[in-house]
C-alpha cells in the first residue's frame, strides 16, 4: 500500500509541472503503440493460426522429421553466422582502433571517416558490391582473373561471403566502441606497470586486455545483433544458406504465411532479446573506462615495428577495399552491361529516373519528415530518463531502445498485424489513457472529475451517433467549427491569447484536413497535364506530399485534441472547464473511435512511425549522452529563478544539447534512407521506398539499377551530412564541432 | 518566525541496489527575518538535503515548511520566492554574464530597462562592473561565484540559499568572499540560509549556526553558545578542539554545577538537566589552559610541543590521558621540550560540563 502510495506521490511530483506530465504521457503512449504493441502483436501471432485456434505448428517443425532439420539447419546456420561476424567484426574493428589511436599512421582522419561509411550507406550496399566484383561475373573474378564456377565450387555466394561482407558492413561500430575505449585508457595505469617491471606483452594481457574487455564483449554482442538482424546481405549473397531473417522474410513475400513468419520472428526475437538484455545491463555497466573520462589515451604510442606495420597494413588494406567496393557501386550504375560491357553509359540512370523517381522523392521526402519526429521525441525520453525520477523510467528507456534493438522484421510484421484493420485494444487504451489523465491532472474534487467523465463519455457517445449518420468527413468539419468557436470566444474575452490561438489553429487545421483537398486536386489535374516522363512522375507526387501534413489520422487528430484541451484547461477558471472539458473529451471520443482508427497501413503515416521508431535509440542515446554532461544544478538554478519546466528545456537545456540534437538529424536521416526490414511489408503502391525498389531490381536482375539506386541513396544521405555539418559549423563555432560519433 | 520547518523528514527509496536512507530525521527550526542561519555539519549529516527542501528541490516525506505562515510543501521551486547559489555556481555556459544575471528578470518578463539598472546595481554590489559582456569561460573562479551570487540577489529574493559557495575556491579568496557575503546580506537585510562544513565560515557569517549530525539537529545557537557551551561531545568537537576530561557532578545549581575530577572539585558551567551524581566529562578548550611555573591544576609531562607563530601548541599526558594545550600568551613564550615535567592550570570557571 506503502508503495502504491509512494508512486502516485512520484506521479503528483510530475504533475505539478504539466508539461513535463504530458510529455511522459505522449512519449509512452508512443511508445507503447508502436513498439509494445507491435511486437507483442508478431509474438502473439505465432501461436495462433488463421481459423484463430492456438498452434504450435511452427515451433514443432524444430522438431520433427520432416521439417526438422532444415529448420534446424537454418537456426544453426543463423547463430553461426552471427558468431563468425561478430567476432570478425570485433577483431577487425579493434585493429582499426588500435591503429588510430596508437599506432603513428598518417591519414588517420582519411581512415577514420572510411571506417564509418559502410554505416552511411544502404545495408546491402557492400554485398552488392562484392557481387560486382567477386560474383560469378565479377569484374575481379571473371573480367581480371578469369575464374569460371561450376556448379558446387565455392563462389562468393554462401556464409564465406555472407560473413565477409557483414564484417565489412558492421565492423565500425566495433570500432567506434573500441576507439573510445582506446582514447581513455588512462597512460598512468600502463605507466605504474611498466614502473613494476612489465614487460609490453605482460602489460597487454594483464592490463590493457582486461580493460579493454567490456568494450570488446560489448562489440561482440552488438555486432551478433546486428548479423542477426540483417535482412538485406542475406538475401543478396547467401546462396543456398538460409538465415531466419531471410525465412521470416520469404514467409510473407512468398508464402504469405504470417503465423509462420510470426513463430519464426519470435525463435530470431529470444538469441537477440537475451544478447541485448546481456549487453546492455551486463557488460556495459562494469566498464572500468568513464565514457566521458578525459581522452589521454591516445598519448600512448605503439613503438614496436613488428606490431606496428602489421596493424597498418591490414587498416590501409580494408580501407582500400572499402573504396574499391564503393567504386564498384558507382561505376556499376554507370556501366552498360556489367560483367559483358564495361563501357559508360547514362541509359541505367535514365531509367531509374524514369521509372524510380516517385520511390527516390517518397523516400526522400518521408525521411526527412521522420526526422524532427524522431529526435524531438528522442530528447524528450532522454530528458525524462536522465532528470526526472519516477516509476517505470527503467521501462521507458528500455522500450525506446527496443525499437532499434529488435530485428526490423518483427516490427514490419508486427505493424501489419496490428494496423492493418483497425486495433481495438490499443485504441480503446490510448483514448482511456489520456481520458484519465485529462480527470487526473485537473485540480478539482473526486465527484466533480466522475462528474465531467460521466458527462464527457455520454457527450462522447452523443458525437459517435452523429458521427456515424453525418460521417467522417462531416464530424470532423463539425468538430473543428465547436473548436473555431470557442477559440474565437476565448480571444476576445481572455487577455491572454495563446489559448484562444491554440484552438483556432486546431479548427482551421480539422477544416483543412478535408479542405486541403480543393488545393491537392487542381495541383494533381495539373501534374497530370504535364508529359509523361520523369517530371510528370516527379510533379505528380507533389500533391500527396502536401495532403501528409492535413490528413494525420483521425485517431491521432483526436488524441492531439484532448492533450490540447488539458493544457488550456489548466489555465483556465473552473466554470468554463466544465464546458470546455466534457464537450472536446465528447469530441475526441467521436474522432477517435469513428471510421477505422489507426488503420495506418497503406498510409504514410506507418512508414513515418516506422522510422522514427527505428532511429530513436540513436536520439535518445546522444541526448542521454549530452545531458549527463550539464550539472544538474544548472536547471535547477533556472527552475529556482522562476522558470518552469518549459522555460528551462527552451532556454538553457536546449542550446546546450543543441550539439547532440544535430548528430541525431544526422543519424536519424541516415537512418531512415538505408532502412529495409522495417518498411519492407509496409510499401505500398502509393508510397514507395527505394530499398525495398533496390530489392525488386536486383530480383529482376538489374544490377546495375540495383547499383544507381544506392549510388543516389548514398548521395542523398552525404549531401545531408554535409549540409548539417555546414549548419552545426556555423552555430557552434564557439563550442567546437559536433562529433558523428554520439549516438552511435 | 520568518521561516519555519516542523518536524521535517525525508527518506529517499532505495534505489539501485542502496538501502533506503534517512537523510533528514525530524529537522525543526525557525529562523528570523533578516538573518543569517547556518547548516554546519560533517558529510552526510543531512544539512545540504535540509537545504534543498526548504529550496523545494526535493519533496518532504512528512513535516511542514512555512515561509511567513505559508505552508510551502507543495509549491515548485519556481513558485517560492526564494535564491540559491550553488556549490558548482551552475553559471549558463551559453549566456554572457549580463545575461546570466538578468536571466531570472526576462523569465518575470521585467521591463528592459528596469533590468539594465537592477543588473547595474547588483554588478556594483559584487564588484563586477564593466565585465557584463564576458563570457563564463573566461572569468576566474571568484568571478564566477560573484555571478552566482549577483544572480541571485538581483531576483530580491524572500530567501537567500546559498550550498558551499565557497568551497571551490582557494584560501586566500575564501577568507575575502566570506566577508563580502556577509556585508552584502547585512547591507540588504535578505534572510539567509548557508550551508558550509567549515566551521571558521559558520562561526564568521552565522547570526545562528545549526550544527547538523546525521539528519538530526545537536544544537542551535550563535556561535558563542556553541562554543562556550556545546551541548553534546559532537559539537564540542567539531567546533574547534576540545579536550574531554572524565567528571563527576556533584552538585547542580541554575547553569552551573560542581564538578569533581583529578581529586578536586570545581564550579564549572553546565547543562541544563544534570543530576548530581552522574557522569561526565568536562570540556576544556586548549586556549583555556597553560603551561604554569607555579601552581596548577593537572601535573603531566609534554609529549608533543609545536611552534605555530602566533601560538605554542603542546600535548600533555595527564593521568593517562593526553590534554591539548594551546599557549597563546606572546610574553609567555618558552618552548617546552617534549619530556618535560610539567604543571597546568586553566580557567577551569569556563570548563563546561555534559553528560557522557
Given amino acids: ?744 | 518566525m520568518f521561516l519555519v520547518l516542523e518536524n521535517v523528514v525525508k527518506r529517499f527509496p532505495p534505489r539501485g541496489g542502496a538501502s533506503e536512507v534517512t537523510a533528514v530525521n525530524g529537522v525543526s527550526l525557525s529562523i528570523e527575518k533578516g538573518e543569517l542561519v547556518t547548516l554546519l555539519g560533517p558529510s552526510g549529516c543531512g544539512k545540504t538535503t535540509t537545504l534543498r527542501l526548504i529550496g523545494g528541490f526535493e519533496v518532504l516525506t512528512s513535516g511542514r515548511i512555512l515561509l511567513d505562515g505559508v505552508g510551502i510543501d507543495n509549491l515548485p521551486p519556481h513558485k517560492r520566492g526564494m535564491s540559491m547559489v550553488f556549490q558548482s555556481y551552475a553559471i549558463f555556459p551559453h549566456l554572457n554574464v549580463f545575461e546570466n544575471i538578468a536571466y531570472g528578470l526576462h523569465v518575470q518578463k521585467v521591463p528592459e530597462p528596469e533590468v539594465k539598472r537592477r543588473v547595474g546595481k547588483v554588478l556594483e554590489l559584487v564588484n563586477l562592473v564593466g565585465y557584463e559582456n564576458r563570457a563564463p569561460n573566461q572569468l576566474s573562479g571568484g568571478q564566477q561565484q560573484r555571478v552566482a551570487l549577483a544572480r541571485a540577489l538581483v531576483m530580491e529574493p524572500k530567501v537567500l540559499l546559498l550550498d558551499e559557495p565557497l568551497s571551490n575556491l582557494d584560501a586566500k579568496l575564501r577568507e575575502q568572499m566570506r566577508s563580502e557575503i556577509r556585508r552584502i546580506q547585512q547591507e540588504l537585510g535578505i534572510t539567509s540560509v548557508y550551508v558550509t562544513h567549515d566551521q571558521i565560515e559558520a562561526m564568521t557569517l552565522s547570526d545562528h549556526i545549526v550544527v547538523m549530525n546525521q539528519g538530526i539537529i545537536e544544537q542551535i545557537g550563535t556561535p558563542e553558545e556553541i562554543y562556550r557551551h556545546p551541548s553534546s561531545q559532537f559539537v564540542a568537537n567539531f567546533i574547534g578542539r576540545a579536550n574531554f576530561i572524565p567528571a563527576k557532578a556533584k552538585s547542580v545549581q541554575g547553569g552551573e554545577a560542581v564538578v569533581e575530577c583529578f581529586g578536586k572539585e570545581f564550579r564549572v558551567s553546565a547543562k541544563a538537566g544534570v543530576t548530581p551524581g552522574t557522569m561526565g566529562v568536562l570540556v576544556l578548550r586548549p586556549e583555556m589552559i597553560w603551561i604554569s611555573e607555579r601552581e596548577g591544576v593537572f601535573k603531566g609531562v609534554v609529549k608533543r610541543s609545536v611552534y605555530l607563530g602566533n601560538a605554542i601548541e603542546y600535548e600533555v599526558a595527564v593521568d593517562g590521558a593526553s590534554l591539548i594545550v594551546m599557549d597563546t600568551n606572546p610574553r609567555r613564550m618558552k618552548l617546552y621540550p617534549p619530556g618535560t615535567s610539567v604543571t597546568l592550570d586553566a580557567y577551569m570557571d569556563l570548563a563546561h560540563f555534559l553528560l557522557a
Fill in chain 1, 1 to 744: 500500500m506503502l508503495a502504491v502510495k509512494r508512486r502516485l506521490q512520484e506521479f503528483s511530483l510530475i504533475g505539478r509541472d504539466p508539461v513535463l506530465a504530458l510529455s511522459l504521457i505522449i512519449s509512452a503512449l508512443f511508445l507503447f503503440a508502436f513498439i509494445v504493441f507491435p511486437i507483442a502483436q508478431t509474438v502473439w501471432s505465432g501461436f495462433f493460426n488463421k481459423e484463430g485456434q492456438f498452434s504450435l505448428t511452427y515451433f514443432a517443425r524444430y522438431f520433427d522429421s520432416y521439417y526438422g532439420p532444415v529448420s534446424r539447419q537454418i537456426f544453426l546456420d543463423t547463430l553461426t553466422m552471427g558468431v563468425l561476424t561478430a567476432a570478425g567484426g570485433t577483431l577487425l574493428g579493434f585493429i582499426f582502433a588500435y591503429t588510430i589511436v596508437r599506432c603513428r599512421v598518417p591519414g588517420k582522419n582519411f581512415l577514420h571517416i572510411l571506417a564509418l561509411v559502410p554505416t552511411v550507406s544502404p545495408p546491402f550496399a557492400i554485398a552488392l558490391s562484392t557481387i560486382l566484383l567477386f560474383g560469378r561475373n565479377g569484374l575481379v573474378t571473371k573480367g581480371i582473373l578469369n575464374m569460371s564456377f561450376p556448379p558446387g565450387s565455392n563462389d562468393v555466394y554462401g556464409m564465406d561471403g555472407l560473413v565477409s561482407v557483414q564484417i565489412i558492413t558492421f565492423f565500425s561500430v566495433a570500432y567506434l566502441i573500441l576507439r573510445a575505449m582506446l582514447e581513455r585508457l588512462d597512460p598512468s595505469m600502463e605507466e605504474a606497470a611498466r614502473s613494476m617491471g612489465a614487460g609490453k606483452a605482460h602489460i597487454f594481457r594483464t592490463v590493457t586486455l582486461p580493460l579493454l574487455i567490456p568494450g570488446i564483449a560489448g562489440s561482440f554482442l552488438l555486432l551478433f545483433v546486428e548479423a542477426l538482424a540483417d535482412l538485406g546481405n542475406p538475401l543478396f549473397i547467401a546462396g543456398n544458406v538460409t538465415v531466419l531473417s531471410a525465412q521470416i522474410f520469404l514467409a510473407i513475400a512468398g508464402e504469405y504465411d504470417y503465423q509462420k513468419a510470426s513463430a519464426l520472428a519470435f525463435v530470431l526475437l529470444i538469441p537477440t532479446l537475451v544478447v541485448f538484455l546481456v549487453q546492455r545491463y551486463y557488460v556495459s555497466r562494469r566498464s572500468y573506462i568513464s565514457v566521458t573520462g578525459k581522452p589521454t589515451g591516445g598519448l600512448i604510442e605503439e613503438k614496436e615495428g613488428w606490431i606496428r606495420w602489421p596493424f597498418i597494413i591490414v587498416t590501409y588494406l580494408v580501407s582500400g577495399l572499402i573504396v574499391i567496393l564503393y567504386l564498384a557501386i558507382i561505376y556499376g550504375s554507370f556501366s552498360k552491361a556489367w560483367g559483358i560491357d564495361y563501357s559508360f553509359s547514362l541509359e541505367w540512370w535514365k531509367q531509374m529516373f524514369a521509372r524510380g523517381i516517385e520511390s527516390i522523392l517518397d523516400t526522400t521526402f518521408l525521411s526527412i519528415l521522420a526526422t524532427p519526429i524522431a529526435v524531438l521525441l528522442g530528447m524528450i525520453v532522454a530528458f525524462l530518463v536522465v532528470r526526472k525520477q519516477f516509476s517505470g523510467k527503467q521501462a521507458l528507456d528500455f522500450t525506446s531502445n527496443l525499437g532499434g534493438a529488435v530485428p526490423g522484421t518483427i516490427l514490419g510484421i508486427g505493424f501489419v498485424l496490428a494496423f492493418s484493420t483497425p486495433p481495438w485494444f490499443l485504441v480503446i487504451f490510448m483514448y482511456v489513457v489520456l481520458f484519465l489523465f485529462t480527470l487526473g491532472i485537473l485540480k478539482a474534487t473526486f465527484w466533480e472529475k466522475v462528474a465531467t467523465g460521466i458527462v464527457g463519455t455520454l457527450l462522447g457517445a452523443g458525437f459517435f451517433v452523429v458521427g456515424a449518420r453525418i460521417g467522417q468527413v462531416l464530424l470532423t468539419y463539425l468538430i473543428s467549427i465547436l473548436s473555431l468557436g470557442f477559440g474565437v470566444y476565448l480571444l476576445f474575452t481572455r487577455p491572454k491569447k495563446k489559448n484562444g490561438v491554440k484552438l483556432v489553429l486546431f479548427g482551421v487545421y480539422g477544416a483543412l484536413h478535408t479542405l486541403i483537398e480543393y488545393v491537392a486536386q487542381p495541383l494533381m489535374r495539373a501534374a497530370n497535364a504535364i508529359p509523361e516522363g520523369t517530371w510528370k512522375n516527379a510533379a505528380t507526387q507533389f500533391p500527396d506530399y502536401i495532403q501528409v501534413f492535413f490528413k494525420l489520422p483521425h485517431a491521432i487528430l483526436g488524441c492531439v485534441l484532448i492533450i490540447l484541451i488539458v493544457t488550456i484547461a489548466l489555465q483556465e477558471r473552473t466554470s468554463f472547464r466544465r464546458v470546455l472539458i466534457p464537450l472536446f473529451l465528447g469530441g475526441s471520443f467521436a474522432l477517435i473511435f469513428g471510421g477505422k482508427p489507426m488503420a495506418l497501413v497503406g498510409t504514410p503515416y506507418i512508414i513515418l512511425a516506422a522510422f522514427a521508431v527505428r532511429s530513436l535509440p540513436a536520439s535518445v542515446r546522444s541526448g542521454v549522452a549530452s545531458l549527463q554532461q550539464i550539472d544538474p544544478s544548472i536547471e535547477e538554478a533556472s527552475a529556482i529563478m522562476g522558470a518552469d519546466a518549459q522555460y528551462t528545456f527552451r532556454k538553457v537545456t536546449l542550446p546546450l544539447i543543441m550539439p547532440a540534437i544535430l548528430a541525431g538529424l544526422i543519424f536519424s536521416f541516415t537512418r531512415h534512407m538505408t532502412s529495409l526490414s522495417a518498411i519492407i511489408f509496409l510499401v505500398s503502391a502509393k508510397w514507395r521506398i527505394v530499398t525495398a525498389s533496390i530489392l525488386s531490381e536486383w530480383e529482376q536482375g538489374g544490377i546495375s539499377m540495383a547499383a544507381a539506386y544506392s549510388t543516389i541513396i548514398i548521395v542523398f544521405v552525404l549531401i545531408a551530412i554535409g549540409i548539417l555539418y555546414l549548419v552545426s559549423g556555423k552555430m557552434l563555432k564557439r563550442r567546437g564541432g559536433i562529433d558523428i560519433t554520439w549516438g552511435a
